[in-house]
């Protein structure tokens, strides 16, 4: 079982985990086009690689942060907290 | 002292199978037809396929015998059914919530159960009935939606209750005291399993015997496109031009459509399956819990085939995890509890790639002729014969068939989502 | 039961002839000592036939005397497919042969072997093809020809368990090696887990001479002594998970059957040794041919003689060492054969059992045929972290490519290289030592002995014993054009049997490289996938802990009756006996509903007003304190969530409900914007479902019951319809109170200190009794919110359905700057094509379609009924449906069909509620 850093209680089982997928940008409800809401609602990169995703540690101090995966390997890097707190990439995941 | 195993032999090769032949071979010892005949990678050919799983090779059949279209490659970056389908568990049923999904699925159903005539190859095609149970009323209402909209497509199902499970599978734990009781199940006696490498294999002769070229270990590393046009594609044994590209991959199915420019709603997730050692048969029924993310059904062989949900977060890797052979098995006790001494013997992991509407992308994409055929989640297999049949006449006529025009790319910016994602959300 | 076969005492055997052992063999007596397997004791009485093969039924004898014997798989009792050559005996063990009908010696389905030539290869697939109308004539024949054991509708469950370790090391495989890692680690300050597959330390030693039975003792003794080590026997470790989660599979467990141990090591040291190879020949299938290995440990382990006239065909040291155990036993020794002389072995014959062994120069009677021709390396623990092994032809076997693993994985004995028992010990502490550091310092490699390459001989025999797979059938493969390794494993089933490839993978693939031509390391590596080890269905599952969740009223429930309704991880009262008449009771007088189900978030902070503004579609910003409001949430893609009430306590100080499946999810939903779009907002959320009891009470008479237990003021002016006030019920301060509606009655609901649950409750029952009042369960409720028209999520709704077609338009409001699902729903208020919910009414009242019935118009699906009940207070049918825009329009009469074909008629209703559509009720 694949352990995940997470930022406030270190490394746990990613079983604690809940996975909320790629970290994307959600546009301005007010101006974006159908095309642009429903991309943000329907597509990903689903890169065979390094990607930065969200996490919801479900069974500890539950809290979102976001983490950079390979998706071929499962190994990770540059946890960073949603509020930017080590992080600068942040964007809001909100699925 | 280590001499070769066969030696060559000048008789005549036996083509068509049959019991017969069997015997006659059996005597002569004349050498079969080769199934897959190897071939120099040329430099076009009207029509590419990339995947040499059921799909695209079911693709490839059909173009050929539907359509005399036999300038064709089938591309596969490893062997031939090494992806999805030869890692899938292998259940046929037609029992879907959608009436666009149920038509699709039926056809597909009635290729299968032809198949085996249809390819002179014996699929192994067994009708078992596919039992789906309902722990929760919910979970019954969508069964009984399901029925329901079945047989308005002629398709048979019924909701069937706890007496009628034990009867179909008397090693059922059906008491009330379970820890998730079964209220009922969709009973769909046209459902089976079949041997799902047989399938490729079959498709794979018959594509074969009519010149098409199956090139294994042939990978694409890349999609030519000019002025809005697909023109060939690039692999690591060379360059081939070709007007006509089809995506046929599972668990590749985004990275091959982002060579062409063609982005995709899907996200790939590993799925596990695992098998059990032989044991005498007792089970004939499929059997499927919903909630409790597990199928099981008992093979020819003896051995007990387990499948579940895909895994709870996206990846690419195929290594398998222990925390999803504990789970099956406990979901699996749960439903028979006294399978405790059955040994699992092997567990392995296939790429689904989930669309937000669980439900496959067929069709066109803004790049002409560049053609997909993705998106199969966990429900590729079945769809393989129906789906080859369809995209080989989209290919010939270059207009879409009705059957596959609901599940077209354009639905999910246009908001036409698939109602399968109606049956998912409320039948857990 | 005689033993003809058992040898005087040897000086390592493992058997205590103090305590004999009774136990059935095909329902016949027989008899062995304690430490004896279930094979050993058989062949110590003579026994040579312990099954029949999977698909020819040739009777197999003893080929490896260990767990992986292909032959030796047996049914004890109601447990199938046991490994007799590796489960120790036990009095009163009921043992029968499998694959065989009527007996082990007479089995009728043998007459397989006389078609043989004809069942080759891909015989399946080329016949049975047509007529096609007979092949399920033909499949339910093939079944009954599938083997292995038979499973037991009345089989217990038994008990299982699990174990959690983390580990400095793990060491998987206690051979010599394995002990002098374990030892060498534990010298280093780490602590140890020491896995063995056999019942005791030792590896090959434990069948050695004298020599190395010293240096098993010593090394025994040195990991007894040693406290860092805890020695787990009979166990085996089956699977290498990411970041070094490894599964051991307990096999002898105190207390329980099996026991799955998953142990976090830092570092990982695998050491499983090496599995002899079988040679492939004709006939080599025999009972009485059998491995090097195989007869060391018949002899030294269990004292048996494997035969009584021996021939050999060795290629090494382990092959000479069984010729000088055959000796020392008193076995005749026909002939010899070294292939590293280049002597070869042509065939084997005999019928039922080996009689005679034809080599490449002379021939020789014999009822033993032992072959040492080389080694397997089990490299799977190494495979599964990553690992391609690579074959070296020299060495004839494969090696795991050290250097490219992980870091804290290791490899050492046999697996990693060749010498003396001193060198590999050396290696293995240069290891342990590493381990115990994770690094690799002071570790040289291993060499790599000669050794010839050896897979078959000039003619064609069993490459898989337990699948019946032949070299020709190899041939066959490959010859179709199946000449990839995976394809004509995949073709044939080569390796896809119970010992996972163990005895045959490097056979096949060498077979296949030579078939095709190309080389070995082409040609393929060996795969290993999971389990390493067949484990059972029971130890995979331990024990059941599926929490529920009872209410704190459940004692008042199982006391009255309360049929049971399992709702998610809830258990709650679905009725007490007669749902109508609570209906009926709530309608005119009062009744009490156990709520506590209801997801309940306290919310706290400054900036509430604006999450509830972003989360539900409706507005909050002017909720003043004491007032309740209904809210509905969407996803962004605009399809309905959850709803509930939510009020405003003080200030800054709210308490949401959500529906009672969906209050996870919706804890995480609001956690989930609050941390990731608002980390700027002030608001604390407290999921304090559990922390409240709670208790819907409704009907008119409400007001009057609570007005009894309350000192709250009730008066309709002062706590009006969609109010919340708190206070003292029932004497609990604390309580929480809000006038809201679900049921279309005056209601209440109350939620008070969950551990007051009980008691509010019995209080409300005593109160209440001369006002008739009566508990009602989840059916009651659910015919009194379908007669309001009130929707359930999840049932009125489904996985597509948007704000618009769940009747919320009332409630969506546009002109919010932003809510989740904004966007859509203003593209779905737009067009006016999309399903709406709507109320229908039967044209015969006194058909109550049921729920999902589908309806039609012109052979297509226009909608279906989502919620159906017969109305205890109308006295006739009311249903809620999804239904096409066109239809929905009131007064429209649609057809509905249902489930047993019928079609009946239906007429879409005046808005959803059926009872009191004006609302005048709740409000009173």
């Not at chain 3, 050993?40 to 040579?48: F, I, K, N, T, V």
Request: hydrophobic share 40%; net charge neutral.
């Amino acid at each position: 079982m694949m352990l995940l850093p997470c930022p406030w209680c270190g490394p746990r089982n990613v079983t604690e985990f809940a996975y909320r997928g790629e970290n994307i940008a959600r546009p301005d409800p007010n101006t974006a086009d159908k095309a642009t809401w429903r991309d943000y609602l329907y597509y990903r990169s689903n890169r065979a690689g390094w990607e930065r995703e969200g996490w919801f540690h479900r069974a500890g101090c539950r809290q979102f942060f976001s983490i950079e995966r390979n998706r071929t390997t499962n190994e990770t890097r540059g946890v960073g907290t949603p509020d930017g707190a080590g992080d600068a990439a942040h964007s809001g995941d909100s699925r | 002292m280590v001499r070769p195993l066969t030696s060559k032999l000048s008789r005549r090769p036996v083509k068509k199978y049959s019991a017969v032949n069997i015997l006659r071979q059996g005597i002569t010892r004349a050498p079969w037809a080769p199934v897959l005949v190897p071939h120099e990678l040329r430099g076009r050919y009207d029509v590419v396929i990339i995947g040499g799983g059921v799909h695209g090779l079911a693709t490839a059949h059909y173009l050929a015998s539907n359509h005399g279209i036999t300038d064709v490659a089938v591309l596969d970056k490893s062997y031939i059914g090494s992806g999805g389908s030869g890692r899938n568990t292998a259940i046929l049923r037609s029992n879907y919530l959608t009436p666009e999904g149920v038509r699709f699925y039926d056809r597909s159903m009635e290729l299968y159960r032809n198949l085996a005539a249809d390819l002179n190859f014996n699929v192994m095609f067994a009708k078992r009935g596919h039992l789906t149970l309902a722990h929760n009323d919910g979970s019954l209402r969508t069964m009984r939606w399901r029925a329901e909209v079945n047989k308005l497509q002629g398709v048979d199902s019924e909701v069937v209750g706890p007496a009628e499970i034990k009867k179909l599978v008397p090693y059922m734990d059906t008491s009330e005291h379970a820890r998730y009781p079964i209220l009922g199940a969709l009973y769909h006696p046209p459902g089976g399993i079949i041997r799902h490498d047989a399938v490729v294999w079959g498709y794979a002769r018959q594509v074969s015997a009519r010149g098409v070229h199956i090139h294994q270990d042939t990978e694409v590393r890349g999609i030519d496109v000019a002025g809005g046009k697909v023109t060939g594609v690039r692999t690591n044994r060379g360059d081939v031009a070709a007007g006509t590209v089809l995506n046929c991959t599972a668990g590749w199915s985004s990275l091959i459509s982002e060579m062409a420019g063609v982005s995709m709603p899907v996200e790939t997730f590993p799925l596990q399956a695992a098998v059990t050692e032989p044991v005498r048969p007792f089970l004939d029924a499929v059997v499927v819990s919903a909630s409790l993310h597990v199928y099981v059904s008992q093979t020819d062989r003896g051995e007990l085939v387990f499948g579940a949900s895909v895994d709870p977060f996206g990846s690419y890797s195929m290594r398998g995890s222990l925390e999803f052979i504990e789970g099956l098995a406990g979901h699996v006790l749960e439903l028979m509890p006294s399978l405790a001494k059955l040994r699992l013997l092997r567990s392995w992991a296939g790429l689904c790639d989930m669309t937000p509407d669980f439900s496959p992308i067929m069709g066109e994409t803004p790049v002409q002729g560049f053609l997909i055929d993705v998106g199969w989640g966990t429900y590729g297999f079945k769809a393989g014969p129906v789906s080859g049949e369809a995209m080989a006449e989209l290919v010939a006529t270059g207009k879409t068939p009705e059957i596959i025009a609901p599940f077209d790319l354009a639905r999910f910016t246009d908001d036409r989502l698939m109602g399968e994602k109606g049956a998912a959300s409320v039948g857990h | 039961m005689t033993a003809p076969m058992r040898l005087p005492s040897q000086p390592g055997e493992v058997i205590d002839r103090t305590v004999p052992l009774m136990f059935g063999w095909n329902g016949r007596a027989a008899s062995g000592y304690a430490g004896d397997t279930i094979t050993s004791a058989l062949a110590a009485s003579g026994e040579r036939v312990f099954s029949r093969s999977f698909k020819y039924h040739r009777p197999r004898g003893i080929l490896t005397a260990a767990f992986d014997d292909p032959g030796c798989t047996v049914q004890v009792g109601d447990e199938p497919n046991v490994r007799a050559a590796h489960r120790r005996l036990a009095a009163g063990m009921d043992v029968r042969a499998e694959n065989a009908w009527p007996s082990l010696k007479y089995d009728v389905k043998a007459a397989n072997q006389l078609v043989g030539r004809f069942l080759g290869a891909g015989f399946y697939y080329k016949t049975f093809i047509s007529p096609q109308r007979l092949w399920p004539a033909y499949e339910s024949v093939l079944r009954r020809f599938s083997a292995g054991g038979s499973m037991s509708v009345d089989a217990r469950r038994g008990d299982y368990d699990k174990r959690y370790v983390h580990v400095d090391v793990l060491v998987a495989g206690g051979g010599p090696a394995g002990m002098a890692a374990a030892l060498a680690a534990a010298d280093a300050g780490a602590s140890v887990l020491l896995v063995e597959q056999e019942y005791d330390l030792g590896g090959h030693l434990r069948y050695g001479g004298a020599a190395e039975l010293a240096t098993l003792r010593e090394l025994r003794d040195r990991v007894a002594a040693a406290d860092a080590i805890e020695v787990l026997t009979d166990s085996v470790a089956i699977g290498r998970y990411e970041d070094n989660w490894i599964a051991v599979m307990q096999r002898t467990a105190a207390g329980v059957a099996e026991r799955l141990v998953k142990a976090r090591a830092r570092s990982l040291v695998v050491a499983p040794g090496l599995i002899e190879r079988p040679y492939v020949f004709a006939g080599n299938d025999l009972p009485g041919v059998m491995l090097s290995t195989g007869v060391r440990r018949l002899i030294n382990l269990y004292a048996v003689k494997p035969g009584l006239r021996a021939a050999a065909f060795i290629a090494n040291e382990a092959g000479d060492a069984a010729v000088e155990d055959l000796r020392r036993a008193g076995v005749q020794i026909a002939h010899v054969a070294d292939a590293r002389r280049g002597t070869g072995l042509v065939h084997a014959t005999g019928r039922g059992g080996l009689r005679s062994v034809r080599f490449s120069d002379r021939t020789v009677e014999a009822d033993l045929l032992v072959t040492a021709v080389g080694w397997t390396a089990p490299t799977a623990l190494a495979s599964m972290a990553g690992d391609r092994p690579e074959f070296d032809p020299g060495a004839a076997r494969f090696f795991p490519t050290v250097a490219e693993l992980p870091g804290g994985i290791y490899c050492t004995g046999g697996l990693a290289g060749d010498g003396s028992l001193d060198e590999l010990v050396g290696h293995a502490t240069a290891v342990g030592r590493a381990a115990a550091t994770r690094s690799r310092v002071g570790v040289a490699p291993l060499p790599h002995d000669p050794h010839p390459a050896l897979f078959h001989g000039p003619t064609d025999g069993f490459v898989d014993l337990c699948e019946d797979v032949t070299s020709k059938d190899l041939a066959t493969a490959v010859a179709e054009g199946y000449d990839g390794a995976e394809l004509a494993k995949r073709y044939t089933t080569s390796t896809m049997g119970p010992t996972q490839g163990k005895l045959e993978v490097v056979n096949t693939i060498a077979m296949i490289a030579e078939l095709t031509g190309r080389g070995i390391a082409e040609t393929g590596t060996t795969t290993w996938r999971p389990p390493y080890a067949p484990v059972t269905l029971g130890a995979l599952a331990g024990r059941t802990f599926e929490p529920v969740r009872y209410s704190p009223m459940q004692p008042w429930h199982s006391a009255h009756g309360a049929k049971p309704l399992v709702a998610g991880a809830w258990i709650r009262p679905d009725h007490y006996g007669d749902p109508a008449a609570e209906v009926r009771a709530v309608r005119s007088g009062v009744g009490i509903i156990d709520v506590t189900p209801i997801g309940k978030l306290d919310l706290q902070g400054p900036d509430v007003a604006k999450l509830l503004n972003l989360l539900y579609v409706n507005k909050w910003s002017k909720l003043g304190i004491g007032r309740v409001r209904y809210g509905a949430m969407c996803a962004d893609d605009g399809v309905v969530f959850d709803d509930g009430v939510t009020g405003r306590l003080a200030e800054d100080h709210y308490l949401m409900s959500t529906t009672s499946s969906g209050a996870a999810a919706v804890w995480e939903w609001v956690e989930n914007w609050l941390q990731t779009e608002h980390p700027e907002w002030a608001v604390h959320v407290t999921p304090v479902t559990t922390s409240y009891a709670s208790i819907n009470v409704a009907g008119p008479k409400s007001r009057e019951l609570i007005a009894r237990v309350t000192d709250v003021d009730l008066s309709p002016d002062d706590f009006g319809y969609m109010h919340v006030r708190t206070g003292r019920v029932a004497g609990v301060e604390d309580s929480v109170l809000w006038r809201i509606g679900f049921t279309g009655e005056l209601s209440y609901e109350l939620h008070v200190p969950g551990a007051f649950g009980l008691h509010v409750w019995e209080t409300l029952l005593r109160e209440g009794a001369d006002l008739g009042v009566r508990a009602f369960g989840v059916e009651a409720q659910r015919i009194l919110r379908l007669e309001k028209g009130h929707l359930i999520v999840g049932q009125d709704t489904d996985g597509l359905t948007r704000g618009f077609s769940a009747g919320l338009d009332w409630a969506i409001k546009l002109d919010k700057d932003d809510f989740v699902g904004k966007p859509e729903l203003v593209w779905q208020g737009e067009r006016s094509d999309h399903p709406r919910l709507v109320g229908l009414a039967t044209v015969d009242p006194q058909l109550v379609p049921p729920e999902a019935s589908q309806i039609v118009a012109g052979g297509e699906i226009v909608g279906r009924v989502t919620s159906s009940r017969m109305s205890p207070t109308l006295r006739r049918s009311v249903c809620l449906a999804q239904l096409a825009d066109r239809l929905a329009r009131p007064g429209t009469t649609v057809n509905v069909r249902l489930p047993d074909g019928r079609t009946i008629q239906a007429r879409v209703t005046d808005g959803l509620a059926a009872v009191d559509p004006d609302g005048k009720r709740m409000r009173v």
